[in-house]
Antibody, heavy 120, light 112 residues
Framework: QVTLRESGPALVKPTQTLTLTCTFSGFSLSTSGMCVSWIRQPPGKALEWLARIDWDDDKYYSTSLKTRLTISKDTSKNQVVLTMTNMDPVDTATYYC????????????WGQGTLVTVSS | QSVLTQPPSVSGAPGQRVTISCTGSSSNIGAGYDVHWYQQLPGTAPKLLIY???NRPSGVPDRFSGSKSGTSASLAITGLQADDEADYYC????????????FGGGTKLTIL
C-alpha cells in the first residue's frame, strides 16, 4: 500500500525559508522509474507543479520558481525534502507530495497535502 | 495563465454525458506527450482518473474515458452521478521554458 505524508510548518513569515518533508511508504525511491513530485494549490486556485526528483537523483524544477527551490531525497529514510526560499504571501497554498510510478508518467498517488500560510 | 487551457466550468444533469476539453500547443500535447486527468473532490487531494491519454487505473469506472487528438485532449463522463461533482485537471509535459510538468487551470463540474 503506497502512502505519502507531508510535514512542515503551517505558518511561515515573509522572506523565511520553507522546508517540507514528504515521508512515504509502499515503494522505494531507489527503484527504477519511481519519482516524487511536489505540487501546490493556492486556496481556490489550480494545481501548480513545483519540482520532481527521480530514482536516479535527477532533479527538475518549475522554470518560474527554480531559483528558489531545492529538492532532495534520503532513500534510507523514505523521505523527500523540498525547500523554498524567500517565502511571500502569494506562496500561501496547500503543498502536496505525490508519486510518479509506472503509469506513463502519471502521478498515481498523492499525499493529503499540508496548508502553508505565509504571513507576518 | 495555465499552459493547458480548460473551460472553467461545465454542468450536466444526472445520467447525462459531459466532456471537458484540455487545449495545449506544439510544445506539450501537440508534441506527442501523454495527457493525464485527475479528479479533486471538495477538500481532498487529487486522484488519478485517466493516464496515458485514455487508460483507466484500477478501480476507476468505465463511465470515465479520455482521448487525445492534435494539440487537445478530452475527458468524457457518461451517466453523471451526484458524486461526480468535483474539479477536474489535465496534466502533460511541456518542453518549452514554461516548465517540465504542466497542469490545466481546472474545470468545475456541477451536477444540476
Amino acid at each position: 500500500q503506497v502512502t505519502l505524508r507531508e510535514s512542515g510548518p503551517a505558518l511561515v513569515k515573509p522572506t523565511q525559508t520553507l522546508t517540507l518533508t514528504c515521508t512515504f511508504s509502499g515503494f522505494s525511491l531507489s527503484t527504477s522509474g519511481m519519482c516524487v513530485s511536489w505540487i501546490r494549490q493556492p486556496p481556490g486556485k489550480a494545481l501548480e507543479w513545483l519540482a520532481r526528483i527521480d530514482w536516479d537523483d535527477d532533479k527538475y524544477y518549475s522554470t518560474s520558481l527554480k531559483t528558489r527551490l531545492t529538492i532532495s531525497k534520503d532513500t534510507s529514510k523514505n523521505q523527500v525534502v523540498l525547500t523554498m526560499t524567500n517565502m511571500d504571501p502569494v506562496d500561501t497554498a496547500t503543498y502536496y507530495c505525490a508519486r510518479i510510478g509506472l503509469l506513463n508518467g502519471a502521478t498515481d498517488y498523492w499525499g493529503q497535502g499540508t496548508l502553508v500560510t505565509v504571513s507576518s | 495563465q495555465s499552459v493547458l487551457t480548460q473551460p472553467p466550468s461545465v454542468s450536466g444533469a444526472p445520467g447525462q454525458r459531459v466532456t471537458i476539453s484540455c487545449t495545449g500547443s506544439s510544445s506539450n500535447i501537440g508534441a506527442g506527450y501523454d495527457v493525464h486527468w485527475y479528479q479533486q473532490l471538495p477538500g481532498t487531494a487529487p486522484k488519478l482518473l485517466i493516464y496515458g491519454n485514455s487508460n483507466r487505473p484500477s478501480g476507476v469506472p468505465d463511465r470515465f474515458s479520455g482521448s487525445k487528438s492534435g494539440t487537445s485532449a478530452s475527458l468524457a463522463i457518461t451517466g453523471l452521478q451526484a458524486d461526480d461533482e468535483a474539479d477536474y485537471y489535465c496534466q502533460s509535459y511541456d518542453n518549452s521554458l514554461s516548465g517540465r510538468e504542466v497542469f490545466g487551470g481546472g474545470t468545475k463540474l456541477t451536477i444540476l
